[in-house]
């Protein structure tokens, strides 16, 4: 196993200060290395910031395939049901509902691992804890219904502070309730490289925000 001294992005952002270009970069990384899994025919399923490895400060890496699937050839998603904890709060709709896993279910994923990136994986403000505010506290299934509710209703994870208007759009568009009409990581990648580059430099004060 490779050693990662630096640990994940949800151990190391909310102990270092990481500017918003950096944090878009990171994003970037995440799309190519999820462009190369599904390019293999895999599916990740636990997508997220504790998943989420810092080679250096520079350079993240995709960690924990363990819930990993390989979709077969000819087929657009892996169906799964399994006994135990899942990681609902980073799951689509499909994913809750149907126990279905397209690639597209990935992309929702990377939306709220591009959330928790924004709030810089403040814990009072992850998926989970913002999702419970929401539905109000539950337990096993009634949390999986509740949840699917909510987000066939619509409702998503909100704005982080100081996020840019273009960066939240970004995200929304990875939540769309229907797979299909989610980008994919090979048409995520040049759109971050771009919000990247824009940013780079800038002061948080020039951000547009919604």
């Not at 990662?4 to 200060?17: A, E, F, I, Q, T």
């Not at 989420?52 to 000819?74: M, Q």
């Not at 899942?86 to 279905?100: I, M, R, T």
């Not at 929304?172 to 009409?181: P, Q």
């Amino acid at each position: 196993m490779e050693y990662v001294p630096l640990g994940s992005l949800r151990d190391y952002l909310p102990r270092h200060s990481i500017g918003l270009a950096q944090l878009l970069l990171f994003a970037q990384q995440i799309c190519e290395g999820m462009a190369y899994l599904h390019a293999q025919h895999y599916i990740h399923r636990d997508l997220a910031a504790r998943n989420v490895l810092l080679d250096n400060d520079r350079l993240v890496k995709i960690g924990d395939f363990g819930l990993a699937k390989a979709v077969p050839e000819g087929h657009e998603y892996y169906r799964v049901r399994e006994d135990g904890d899942s990681p609902v709060f980073w799951y689509a709709p499909e994913c809750l509902k149907e126990y279905k896993f397209y690639y597209a279910s990935d992309v929702w994923s990377f939306g709220v691992t591009l959330y928790e990136l924004l709030t810089h994986c403040d814990s009072s403000q992850s998926p989970p804890t913002k999702f419970l505010e929401l539905i109000g506290i539950a337990q096993g299934q009634m949390t999986v219904l509740r949840l699917t509710e909510l987000l066939e209703r619509g409702e998503r994870l909100p704005r982080p502070d100081k996020c840019p208007c273009e960066v939240y759009h970004l995200m929304k568009n990875c939540w769309e309730t229907e797979a299909s009409f989610r980008p994919t990581f090979e048409n995520l990648i040049p759109i971050l490289k771009t919000v990247h580059e824009k940013y780079q430099g800038q002061a948080p004060s020039v951000f547009s925000v919604c």
